[in-house]
């Protein structure tokens, strides 16, 4: 089945300094990768959404210059948390659906990384 | 913005009993699919609903989706600790969006 990689797994930085996560598609061309970010016992939040080979659509109250996404292939996504602080801590899920749009359905479902795990100390 | 509103949130029960989680939202929903999710790691599909009314058994899990596709069920039989997790429904075209979540402890 379709495989979606997420590195790394867990993190630990220092209080302002950037951080990149990389989400990849193993076996399938993803046009579509989503940013999402989970704390404690909550549900998953979306972040972002990005569209291999242009700009990254952010959700209300996410800060697009701290949360910086590129999408420049077809298999790879990447947030880097810029100047991270404390309160970024979290854990952060990519998935990737090789749908047009991201449009989710049985032929398309989306496919999940494991997750990374953000401590900003 | 579509929400998706889950039931209970939190769920501790004995292994062997029965259980039903609930998905509700005032939008209607093209589909819904139900994960879950294991500390540290993704979540994972279970299932994915699409024609109202329709029901889906997975083994001891079954999923119902409602007549006007604005809710969904999951019904667990006689539940086992390898149950336990958190069971997040999720709905959405073009950009999917999660329900609060179900946290499920099933207790040996």
């Known amino acids: 089945g379709a495989v979606v990689s997420q590195h790394p797994s867990r993190v630990i930085c220092k209080s302002g300094t950037s951080v990149k996560i990389e989400c990849r598609s193993l076996?399938?061309?993803?046009?579509?990768m989503f940013w999402y970010r989970q704390f404690p016992k909550q549900s998953l939040m979306l972040m972002a959404t990005s569209n291999e080979g242009s700009k990254a659509t952010y959700e209300q109250g996410v800060e697009k210059d701290k949360f910086l996404i590129n999408h420049a292939s077809l298999t790879l996504s990447t947030l880097t948390v810029t100047s991270a602080h404390p309160e970024d801590s979290s854990f952060y899920i990519c998935?990737?659906?090789?749908?047009?749009?991201?449009?989710?359905?049985?032929?398309?479902?989306?496919?999940f990384g494991n997750g990374t795990r953000l401590t900003v100390t | 913005t579509q929400l998706l509103e889950q039931s209970p949130q939190f769920l501790s029960i004995q292994e062997g009993e029965n259980l039903t989680v609930y998905c509700n939202s005032s939008?209607?929903?093209?589909?819904l699919q139900w994960y879950r999710q294991e500390p540290g790691e993704g979540p994972v599909l279970l299932v994915t609903v699409v024609t109202g009314g329709e029901v889906k058994k997975l083994k001891r899990l079954t999923f119902q989706f409602g007549d006007a596709r604005k809710d969904s069920s999951l019904h667990i039989t006689a539940a086992q600790p390898g149950d336990t997790g958190l069971y997040l429904c999720a709905g959405g075209y073009q950009k999917v969006t999660f329900g609060t979540g179900t946290k499920l402890q099933v207790i040996p």
């Open positions: 939008s209607v929903f093209s589909s």
């Open positions: 998935s990737a659906s090789s749908s047009l749009a991201g449009r989710v359905s049985y032929n398309s479902p989306l496919h």
């Open positions: 076996d399938f061309q993803a046009t579509t």
